[in-house]
């Protein structure tokens, strides 16, 4: 994977128009080398009482975005699959812009909702910035609450906060090991799927600095399921069909 050292012209251009389109809801938004993802009208899943759902639940939006202006990215949610900001082939960040407001303030958007799901990795695209940084960070208070079992099975180890922009990988141990896998962006499902056993990143920190990490076990997996997202990849494109599954199918026969 290679990773271009600025935006290109023409993703500057449809970035332009993206963050037209949102400063007209917001004058004051943020004026990043980023876009802001339209967000797709409501879909109706197809079932009746979905479709009436739907309907109370669009005239209370009307009536809220009478009073509020919807929001624009960074977002402070996860955007779902089917967004289209999460199949776009990110941008890379100039490093000028690391310290700067804009590119810190999606930094610390991102930080914020990945501690408020407790997930252990997110991307940009996933608060809606199609730009390349991701983070990662698994509190020891997440290691405590697993079985010394399940941490010797997956390599589960505490890590402190870490933040990559454009960062780039490389496979250290090109052996792959299958596990089962969730993402925010899929809210609900999991499926195994296959990852290398070690891996290097290296790019930026949230400083400006140049940074290298080598990566084992779950650590590996996390990084490769997030520069993954950086180019419009999500899970459901590697992962064993059959294993996919609703986290709550048993929940649904109760
Ligand atoms: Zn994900």
Avoid at 47 to 55: D, G, I, L, V, Y
Avoid at 91 to 115: F, L, S, Y
Avoid at 213 to 227: C, D, I, P, T, Y
Wanted: glycine letters at 6%; one cysteine or more; hydrophobic letters at 40%.
């Amino acid at each position: 994977m290679t990773t271009k050292s600025s935006v290109s012209l023409l993703q500057l251009s449809w970035i332009g128009f993206r963050l037209r389109a949102c400063s007209s809801f917001h004058p004051r938004t943020l004026n990043l080398a980023a876009i802001a993802s339209t967000r797709p009208p409501h879909i109706s899943t197809g079932c009746r009482s979905s479709s009436s759902n739907a309907k109370v639940r669009s005239y209370l939006q009307f009536v809220k975005r009478k009073i509020i202006s919807p929001p624009c990215p960074p977002y402070s949610h996860v955007c779902q699959v089917g967004d289209p900001v999460l199949r776009s082939h990110a941008a890379a960040v100039d490093p000028a812009a690391v310290t700067g407001p804009e590119v810190q303030k999606v930094i610390r958007t991102m930080v914020k909702v990945m501690r408020k799901l407790e997930c252990v990795g997110l991307s940009a695209p996933q608060i809606g910035v199609p730009l390349r940084i991701l983070a990662l960070e698994y509190p020891d208070r997440m290691l405590q609450e697993s079985s010394p079992a399940a941490r010797e099975l997956r390599g589960l180890s505490a890590q402190p906060l870490r933040v990559f922009v454009n960062p780039q990988l490389r496979v250290l141990d090109g052996r792959t090991v299958l596990f089962q896998e969730a993402c925010e962006s899929i809210s609900g499902f999991s499926a195994t799927v296959p990852r290398y056993l070690s891996v290097e990143v290296s790019g930026l920190n949230e400083k400006g600095e140049a940074v290298t990490w080598q990566a084992n076990g779950w650590s590996a997996r996390v990084l490769q399921h997030e520069m993954d997202h950086l180019d419009g990849v999500l899970y459901i494109d590697r992962m064993d069909s059959k294993t996919f599954v609703n986290i709550n199918w048993q929940a649904h026969n109760e």
